[in-house]
């Protein structure tokens, strides 16, 4: 199926890339997920390399949608602190167009994605006011939504809180690395939540990301935050979901402002 709601949605993470076509209007996947392993390293050309291969597996030729984790602004990267430096100034939406041979392609950050997904078929869906959506994962990545309205391009994983950058004590890399028990873990995301909180006064917390499905071993120990914290719906599925709603028909996003050219 190719019309223009039908999409295919890619998701770039620090592990894994998945792919599958996307029907935008129901937020349902209408193909099987297909996964690669991150390259390493994960420059450019070995990622583009590895989305390509990912498309020509799925058959796909129609618009493609890409969540990035980092920052970009009209098309070119400016930031992308787990993946590999070339990255840095790289234009990703024309090397994605020249890969894949499509005109249109979308590029945002991950949990933009994540956060439009969860917004319109998850967790966020009919919720009015302001929804913050964080991603603890690799990185910590945040969607800042009010009446269902994203506001583009916020990199609030990196707020420094007690002169840390949160994602250095809040991520799930971080948990890990340092091997924290849930509950030495959970206060510290229960001290960066409390943080966003006092700056942004959200009515409802998403957390999104692979801890998303493990609400049980540390929501417990999210004591200080007043508003509503629930887990992300959709699960791995937000991010490829959202990534196709960048290039969906009538998705407001700043991703979607860099001209279709013809290839
Ligand atoms: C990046 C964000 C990204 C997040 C999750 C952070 O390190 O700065 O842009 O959304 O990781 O991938």
Not at 101 to 120: F, P, Q, T
Not at 178 to 196: A, F, P
Request: hydrophobic content about 45%; aromatic content about 6%; glycine content about 12%.
């Amino acid at each position: 199926m190719n019309d223009s709601h039908h999409i295919l949605g890619v998701d770039i993470g620090g592990t894994s890339i998945k792919a599958a076509v996307v029907d935008t209007r129901k937020g349902a996947l209408t193909s099987a997920v297909l996964r690669a392993r991150t390259p390493q390293p994960s420059t450019p050309k070995s990622v583009v390399a590895a989305i390509t291969e990912l498309a020509r597996k799925l058959k796909w030729r129609g618009p493609v949608g890409v969540g990035f984790p980092g920052l970009l602004k009209h098309g070119v990267v400016r930031r992308a602190p787990n993946l590999d430096a070339a990255w840095v100034r790289h234009e990703i939406v024309d090397h994605l167009r020249r890969a894949l041979s499509v005109s249109h392609v979308a590029v945002g950050n991950d949990a933009d994605a994540a956060g439009l997904a969860e917004a319109r078929f998850g967790a966020g869906r009919g919720v009015r006011g302001t929804v913050v959506l964080v991603t603890l994962g690799t990185g910590i990545g945040s969607a800042v939504l009010h009446n269902g309205s994203l506001l583009p391009d916020t990199e609030l994983g990196h707020l420094e809180v007690g002169g840390k950058d949160a994602e250095t004590f809040a991520s799930t890399v971080a948990r890990e690395r340092n091997k924290w028990t849930w509950e030495q873990w959970g206060r510290n995301v229960d001290r960066y939540l409390t943080t966003l909180e006092y700056m942004l006064a959200p009515d409802l917390f998403i957390i999104g990301g692979g801890v998303s499905s493990d609400p049980e071993q540390f929501f417990r120990y999210l004591e200080n935050v007043e508003a509503k914290i629930v887990p992300a719906t959709m699960g791995n599925d937000a991010g490829i979901v959202g990534a196709a709603l960048f290039a969906a028909p009538g998705v407001k996003a700043l991703a979607r402002k860099h001209k279709r050219t013809k290839v």
